[in-house]
């Protein structure tokens, strides 16, 4: 989901396994997800005091999530994106806790340096005034699968780690966020006891039309075996998915989108009319932020 290129298209269910073969009892609801809810959380690849942003610090409620994005992670989070989060992070949501922002880190699918990662997790966490101004990390470009031996997802692990313990020696009370953004479903590897990699992780990104036709793989995590299942059994919080849809016709279409992410079992959701090319995620829907935060919480 890097700015400026175009968005992780989900790959065909024929290209990795056959999709939803024998899963239902793999897949099983924990209690939890009988009351969760839907959240919004907004990409917004854009630069700090622009209209995308300025509207994201007005809406009623506020998102629950937004992702700020310097050059890619790769330009200084300095004083006017700190502030800039700040400002974000004093929202309140529907849920009535603060807008968590994340800041941006691209990994190209496990094949970036480590070190170099976790150069750009410490240009958000590693501030010249020692405090907190990002609740987390947001890792793009992710591997969907495990890799050889799990290399991959060792990988991730890895960098969910190391993230905690720079916010912790930040703010030893923080609860911080990490997401991991493939794009489309994952393997389930990434979720399992022990080696969870992250919080959160986008399991679909692309267009309303490939939401509502073909584009969805039937689930939000696969295993190599059994094929594509809602992994609702690893949610007990029921925030452990989120789907970006991008190119929706209106807000009608908006309301569909988000009560499909709901039930395809997302805890977290964006819709906008923003088109792929040359940034989906660089202005706010022309339905306004507050009609779609206000839509999420009616839901669940």
């Known amino acids: 989901m890097r700015k400026g290129m175009k968005a992780l298209l989900a790959v065909t269910a024929s290209a990795v396994l056959l999709a939803g073969a024998g899963v239902g009892a793999v897949g099983t609801a924990s209690a939890a997800e009988s009351t969760r809810g839907l959240e919004i959380g907004v990409p917004a690849y854009v630069w700090p005091g622009e209209p ?84 987390g990390i947001f890792f793009d470009t992710v591997s969907r699968d495990c890799g050889t031996n799990n290399a991959d997802r060792d990988y991730y692990a890895a960098l969910r780690q190391y993230v905690q313990q720079r916010v912790a020696a930040l703010d030893p009370s923080a609860e911080e966020l990490v997401v991991d953004n493939p794009g489309t479903a994952i393997a389930d590897c990434f979720l399992e006891p022990g080696h969870r990699t992250a919080d959160t992780f986008v399991t679909f990104e692309g267009t309303y039309a490939q939401y509502t036709g073909g584009g ?5 995590v696969f295993n190599y075996t059994a094929g594509y299942y809602s992994g609702a059994s690893f949610d007990p919080s029921g925030t452990a998915f989120w789907h970006l849809v991008h190119g929706v016709p209106g807000a009608a279409e908006m309301r569909t989108s988000l009560d499909t992410a709901f039930t395809r ?20 829907p022309t339905w306004g932020y507050s009609a779609e935060t206000s839509h999420a919480a009616s839901i669940g």
């Open 216 to 220: 969805w793989l039937g689930g939000n």
């Open 52 to 135: 995308m942003v300025a509207e994201l610090e007005t809406a009623q409620p506020a998102a629950s999530i937004v992702i700020l994005n310097p050059g890619n992670g790769d330009t200084p989070f300095d004083a006017p994106w700190q502030a800039q989060a700040d400002r974000l992070r004093a929202r309140t949501t529907a849920a009535g806790s603060h807008t968590k922002v994340l800041g941006y880190v691209h990994t190209e699918r496990a094949t970036r340096s480590m070190d170099a990662v976790k150069a750009s997790v410490d240009n958000y966490l590693k501030t010249a005034d020692g405090r907190l101004h990002v609740d």
């Open 265 to 284: 079992g997302a805890g977290y959701a964006y819709a906008t009319d923003d088109l792929l090319e040359p940034n989906p995620w660089n202005a706010a």
